[in-house]
C-alpha cells in the first residue's frame, strides 16, 4: 500500500498541468458543494478506519436525482450546518431528515437494503471513476477519510516528495487532485443513480 501512495505522489509532484492527471469537467458552484458535502459525510464515517465504503447509497439516490439546484443547496446547506454544530453519523441523518422531509419515515429515505450492499454500491461508483493506479483516487480518499487540508497535504509533498517545487506549486498540484477527484464522483455517481432510477421506473 505504501509503494502505491509513494508512487502516486510522485506522479503528482511530476504533473506539469492538471490535464495530466486526468480528463476534468466543470462542476457548478451548486455541484461541487452537493459532492463535498456527500464525501465529507463519507470521510466523518469512516476517516482512520481503513475501510473505503460509503453507505447509504439508496438516500444519495433519493437525494440527488429529482431536486432542482435551489433543492440540492438546501439540503446541502443543512447537511453542513448540522456537522458544524456536532452532528455525525447516524444522528446527523436523522436530524437533516426531521428538518427536511418531516412527514416521511426514516425508512421512506434509505429503503431496504444493508449497509453491505450499500457499501458495494458505493465502492464500485468510485472504482468506476478512476484507475487502479490513479494519483487523483489516492490522494483524494486520504482528503477525505482523514480529514486533511489541502496545505497539509501540499508542505507533505513539498517535504518528501517534490523539494524542487515551491509551495505554490504544491498547493496548486494537490488542488488539481480535488478537483479532479470530486468532479469524477460526481459525474459517475449520478449517472449510475439516474440510470438505476429510470430502470425501476420501467418496471
Same mark, same amino acid.
Given at each position: 500500500?505504501?509503494?502505491?501512495?509513494?508512487?502516486?505522489?510522485?506522479?503528482?509532484?511530476?504533473?506539469?498541468?492538471?490535464?495530466?492527471?486526468?480528463?476534468?469537467?466543470?462542476?457548478?458552484?451548486?455541484?461541487?458543494?452537493?459532492?463535498?458535502?456527500?464525501?465529507?459525510?463519507?470521510?466523518?464515517?469512516?476517516?482512520?478506519?481503513? @475501510?473505503?465504503?460509503? #453507505?447509504?447509497?439508496? $438516500?444519495?439516490?433519493? &437525494?440527488?436525482?429529482?431536486?432542482?439546484?435551489?433543492?440540492? /443547496? =438546501?439540503?446541502?446547506?443543512?447537511?453542513?450546518?448540522?456537522?458544524?454544530?456536532?452532528?455525525?453519523?447516524?444522528?446527523?441523518?436523522?436530524?437533516?431528515?426531521?428538518?427536511?422531509?418531516?412527514?416521511?419515515?426514516?425508512?421512506?429515505?434509505?429503503?431496504?437494503?444493508?449497509?453491505?450492499?450499500?457499501?458495494?454500491?458505493?465502492?464500485?461508483?468510485?472504482?468506476?471513476?478512476?484507475?487502479?493506479?490513479?494519483?487523483?483516487?489516492?490522494?483524494?480518499?486520504?482528503?477525505? @477519510?482523514?480529514?486533511? #487540508?489541502?496545505?497539509? $497535504?501540499?508542505?507533505? &509533498?513539498?517535504?518528501?516528495?517534490?523539494?524542487?517545487?515551491? /509551495? =505554490?506549486?504544491?498547493?496548486?498540484?494537490?488542488?488539481?487532485?480535488?478537483?479532479?477527484?470530486?468532479?469524477?464522483?460526481?459525474?459517475?455517481?449520478?449517472?449510475?443513480?439516474?440510470?438505476?432510477?429510470?430502470?425501476?421506473?420501467?418496471?
Amino acid at each position: 500500500m505504501r509503494t502505491v501512495q509513494d508512487k502516486s505522489w510522485q506522479t503528482l509532484a511530476c504533473a506539469p498541468r492538471r490535464s495530466y492527471l486526468g480528463k476534468y469537467q466543470r462542476l457548478t458552484p451548486p455541484q461541487n458543494r452537493w459532492v463535498r458535502s456527500l464525501l465529507n459525510h463519507w470521510g466523518s464515517f469512516y476517516g482512520g478506519s481503513g @475501510t473505503e465504503h460509503l #453507505s447509504g447509497g439508496s $438516500m444519495w439516490s433519493q &437525494l440527488m436525482t429529482g431536486w432542482s439546484c435551489e433543492q440540492q /443547496e =438546501k439540503i446541502t446547506t443543512v447537511l453542513v450546518g448540522l456537522r458544524e454544530i456536532g452532528y455525525q453519523g447516524d444522528t446527523l441523518l436523522i436530524m437533516a431528515k426531521k428538518i427536511l422531509w418531516p412527514k416521511k419515515t426514516l425508512g421512506d429515505l434509505i429503503g431496504n437494503a444493508g449497509d453491505e450492499e450499500e457499501a458495494a454500491f458505493m465502492e464500485r461508483i468510485v472504482l468506476q471513476s478512476f484507475s487502479k493506479d490513479s494519483p487523483v483516487y489516492e490522494i483524494g480518499r486520504d482528503y477525505y @477519510t482523514w480529514n486533511k #487540508s489541502i496545505a497539509d $497535504m501540499a508542505r507533505w &509533498l513539498n517535504y518528501k516528495h517534490a523539494p524542487f517545487l515551491t /509551495e =505554490k506549486q504544491c498547493i496548486d498540484r494537490v488542488r488539481w487532485c480535488m478537483e479532479l477527484f470530486n468532479s469524477a464522483v460526481y459525474f459517475t455517481l449520478f449517472d449510475e443513480l439516474c440510470r438505476e432510477n429510470a430502470e425501476s421506473s420501467k418496471k
